[in-house]
């Protein structure tokens, strides 16, 4: 069984900097076949995705936070990071740290593809709140 664990989470004022983790259990190198993906949650709002990085390495950001956040992984793939700099109040949330997959990649086709069975862990979540 995958377990996530966030960490990092704390107060922090506008314009500073956080650095999330993420890290895994459970199953050795999940960053190495399971898309990772950071959330947030602020309270009553829905839960937005803000980072994400594939198997591939290949990053994604939403328009919110691109330029100001950075998705990485440590070298055994078993921990997920997230750098949030020039934070702002908006960015007051719960954060959390989600694994979806496994994908298997093909050498044939040279890309990630999903395995027939997927899973989707997450973890407990950690806050974040910037204060102005």
């Known amino acids: 069984q995958v377990q996530l664990v966030e960490s990092g989470g704390g107060l922090v004022q506008a314009g500073g900097s956080l650095t999330l983790a993420c890290a895994a259990s459970?199953?050795?190198?999940?960053?190495?076949?399971?898309?990772m993906r950071w959330f947030r949650q602020a309270p009553g709002k829905e839960r937005e995705w803000v980072a994400q990085?594939?198997?591939?390495?290949?990053?994604y950001y939403p328009d919110s936070v691109k330029g100001r956040f950075t998705i990485s992984r440590d070298n055994a793939w078993n921990t997920v990071y997230l750098q949030m700099n020039s934070l702002k109040p908006e960015d007051t949330a719960v954060y959390y740290c989600?694994?979806?997959?496994?994908?298997?990649?093909?050498?044939?086709?040279?890309?990630?593809?999903?395995?027939?069975?997927?899973?989707?862990?997450w973890g407990q979540g950690t806050q974040v709140t910037v204060s102005s």
């Open positions: 989600a694994a979806d997959g496994p994908f298997i990649y093909d050498v044939q086709a040279m890309c990630y593809e999903r395995s027939p069975t997927q899973y989707n862990y």
């Open positions: 459970g199953r050795t190198s999940i960053a190495s076949a399971y898309a």
């Open positions: 990085m594939l198997p591939s390495g290949s990053t």
